[in-house]
């Protein structure tokens, strides 16, 4: 079975600052998909980047970006120019690309991210 | 677009009852997610709706649970004879065929206290 594993409980960063946030899995899979969520206080999960894991390039959103390594089983999502609303629950995510899996998420225990101003 | 709705926010039971959350998908969306989060934890797949058809139940979503997407539109979540292990969020998720590669839509979620 798929398992992920965000290793940091907490985390902080002082507003500005850049900060990356670590996840690993474990999957004997060679295709598959890999996400971050992020959770705010309000509790609506929000997609911030997706990864497929044939595309070798990293995906960037805007200010945030991953550093893919699929040899090492490794997807780190770093945030630049952190501000305070990126304060939140960060949830890393695998789906298998087969369609037997129906598109179900495995998810990581999460981070959570202060931004001090 | 008015997102995943989900009623209700908050839910308090006694040990023993039985409750029922809804879920209200976007529209358009014809597959239908559940997930349980418990406090601390990253969320847990429960049960998938593809159109009305229940394709696919974790072992987590023990007998006391059962779900339902009647017309492929809503589905309810049902627990029986609540425990207090079932205190949990309870959350659901949608998507096109297109959220299906690129990631589907969460509701705010049903937070379940059992007392």
């Known amino acids: 079975a798929q398992t992920v594993t965000q290793s940091q409980p907490e985390m902080s960063v002082q507003e500005a600052e850049t900060v990356t946030l670590s996840c690993t899995y474990d999957?004997?899979?060679?295709?598959?998909?890999l996400f971050w969520y992020k959770q705010p206080p309000s509790r609506q999960m929000i997609l911030v980047i997706r990864q497929e894991a044939y595309k070798q390039q990293n995906a960037t959103e805007n200010r945030f970006s991953v550093n893919f390594q699929k040899a090492a089983k490794s997807f780190s999502l770093k945030i630049s120019d952190s501000q305070l609303g990126d304060a939140a629950m960060y949830f890393c995510a695998y789906r298998e690309a087969g369609g037997t899996s129906y598109g179900k998420l495995t998810f990581g225990q999460g981070t959570i991210l202060t931004v001090h101003p | 677009d008015t997102g995943v709705s989900q009623d209700p926010r908050h839910k308090i039971t006694k040990r023993g009852q039985n409750v029922t959350f809804r879920c209200d998908p976007i529209?358009?969306?014809?597959?239908l997610y559940w997930y349980r989060q418990t406090l601390g934890q990253g969320p847990e797949f429960l049960t998938y709706f593809q159109n009305e058809a229940q394709l696919e139940k974790s072992r987590l979503l023990s007998d006391r649970f059962s779900a339902e997407r009647p017309k492929g539109s809503f589905s309810t979540l049902e627990i029986q004879r609540t425990e207090q292990g079932d205190s949990a969020m309870y959350l659901c998720?949608?998507?096109?065929?297109?959220?299906?590669?690129?990631?589907?839509?969460f509701g705010s979620g049903t937070r379940l206290t059992v007392v």
């Open positions: 999957t004997s899979e060679s295709d598959y998909y």
């Open positions: 998720a949608s998507s096109n065929r297109q959220g299906f590669f690129y990631g589907y839509t």
């Open positions: 529209s358009e969306h014809n597959r």
